[in-house]
């Protein structure tokens, strides 16, 4: 079945340590984004890609840096310079100027 | 700045009752309106969408009209059940461009109680 797989389902990160969250695709889909969603806030853009090799910041980039290696995939590293990670994380993607399709999200706690 | 303001919930209804959740938006331009639905520990799913002014989105009995003049975008439902109990967020996109990002409300928590 198409669709976008998110790994894992919940993450625990300490102190100080970087951690990467999955987002794999198999919709053919040029691009790739990635959202923060905390309790009352909606959802907040952290990066974009819209071909490979290429991505731009969203609103909250700081302490996040992803990479586009292949069309497919499109990791998120939570660094140890996001001083508050605890969030729920959804990746998504879409054909160029049509709706995005999500994941089911990483939940991300710290120890 | 483009935003998209939402009631502000949480919502509870009894089953079978009319919903509405009010979305109003502010935009330089003619967006496109979203609904999404995001049901516990899930990702969200487009529900409904509509593309220009008067154009209704509609899927699974709800409802939603994209309002130029009033810049509303209203989820309706004439009759919720149970398994509708999620949160809602209305969002708005420009196509073209070099962005295509969505912007989101904050979403409206709906319980809904047999």
């Known amino acids: 079945d198409g669709g976008i797989t998110q790994s894992p389902k919940y993450l625990f990160r300490k102190e100080g340590q970087n951690v990467t969250l999955s987002c794999e695709q198999n919709?053919?889909?040029?691009?790739m984004y990635w959202y923060r969603q905390d309790p009352g806030q909606g959802l907040r853009l952290i990066y974009y890609?819209?071909?490979?090799?290429?991505?731009q910041k969203g609103d909250i980039a700081e302490g996040y840096s992803v990479s586009r290696e292949k069309k497919e995939s499109f990791p998120l590293t939570v660094t140890s310079a996001q001083k508050n990670p605890t969030a729920f994380y959804l990746c998504?993607?879409?054909?160029?100027?049509?709706?995005?399709?999500f994941g089911d999200g990483t939940r991300l706690s710290i120890l | 700045g483009n935003s998209v303001t939402q009631m502000e919930g949480p919502v509870t209804l009894s089953e079978e009752a009319f919903l509405t959740i009010n979305c109003t938006y502010t935009?330089?331009?003619?967006?496109?309106l979203f609904w999404y639905v995001q049901y516990p520990g899930e990702g969200l799913q487009l529900l409904l969408k509509?593309?220009?002014?008067?154009d209704k989105g509609s899927n699974k009995g709800f409802e939603a009209t994209y309002r130029k003049e009033t810049t509303s975008f209203h989820l309706e439902k004439g009759s919720v059940q149970v398994s509708d109990s999620a949160v809602y967020f209305c969002?708005?996109?420009?196509?073209?461009?070099?962005?295509?990002?969505?912007?989101f409300g904050k979403g409206t928590k709906l319980s809904v109680k047999p």
């Open positions: 998504a993607s879409s054909s160029i100027g049509q709706p995005q399709h």
């Open positions: 919709l053919n889909h040029d691009a």
């Open positions: 890609s819209q071909i490979v090799n290429d991505f």
């Open positions: 935009a330089t331009g003619y967006p496109s």
């Open positions: 509509a593309t220009k002014a008067d």
């Open positions: 969002a708005l996109m420009f196509y073209g461009g070099s962005q295509g990002n969505l912007i």
